[in-house]
Antibody, heavy 117, light 110 residues
């Protein structure tokens, strides 16, 4: 079964750091680009970051540029998001998402990140 | 990276057709055919319904269709059913090599 499973969410103080992980199952991870998408409580979806399969193209939303770093380990079929200098407004459910034809065809169940003192 | 503009809510009766619009600029919706649509039920992850403006993934009902004219994309749901009640989001690739979502539309089936 094609599946994405996120982990690493939790409660962190403003200014703190957190690393999210996403494990991919059921498909050839090296053949796909990947994204992180987040959704603040009661709000809409926000694209966060993209990484292609060869790690030669990486992009970020302006709201996280310079603070978040996306990476992947193709040998482990895993995607990561290192989040530093976290702010209250980063509180959200973070989804790991597979890219297909510039769309998001497979979504994980999401992991909640809460930034609060 | 301003969000694409969607109506906050739309409604329709069972069997009717509804259309949700998604308005962007020449730098996103108008510049590419990389427009997609997502359905999200409460507490669940979004589900891809349409990609590349008008393509349906395998398993998505043909009651869902997409189109685009200029800077505005549209999602049409025909033969509305109670199970279609959900939030819907559009998304587009942009000239900045980023992606932008719409603010979301709540569909109510009366």
């Amino acid at each position: 079964e094609v599946q994405l499973v996120e982990s690493g969410g939790g409660l962190v103080q403003p200014g703190g750091s957190l690393r999210l992980s996403c494990a991919a199952y059921g498909f050839t991870f090296t053949s796909y680009s990947m994204n992180w998408v987040r959704q603040a409580p009661g709000k809409g979806l926000e694209w966060v970051s993209y990484i292609n399969s060869a790690v030669s193209a990486i992009y970020y939303a302006d709201s996280v540029k310079g603070r978040f770093t996306i990476s992947r380990d193709n040998a482990k079929s895993s995607l990561y998001l290192q989040m530093n200098s976290l702010r209250d407004e980063d509180t959200a459910v973070y989804y790991c998402v597979r890219d297909y034809e510039y769309a998001c065809d497979i979504w994980g169940q999401g992991t909640m990140v809460t930034v609060s003192s | 990276q301003s969000a694409l503009t969607q109506p906050a809510s739309v409604s329709g009766s069972p069997g009717q057709s509804i259309t949700i619009s998604c308005t962007g600029t020449n730098n996103d919706v108008g510049g590419y055919n990389h427009v997609s649509w997502y359905q999200q039920n409460p507490g669940k992850a979004p589900k891809l319904m349409i990609y590349e403006v008008s393509n349906r993934p395998s398993g998505v009902s043909n009651r869902f269709s997409g189109s685009k004219s200029g800077n505005t994309a549209s999602l049409t749901i025909s033969g509305l059913q109670a199970e279609d009640e959900a939030d819907y989001y559009c998304n587009s690739y942009t000239t900045s090599s980023t992606w932008v979502f719409g603010g979301g539309t709540k569909l109510t089936v009366l």
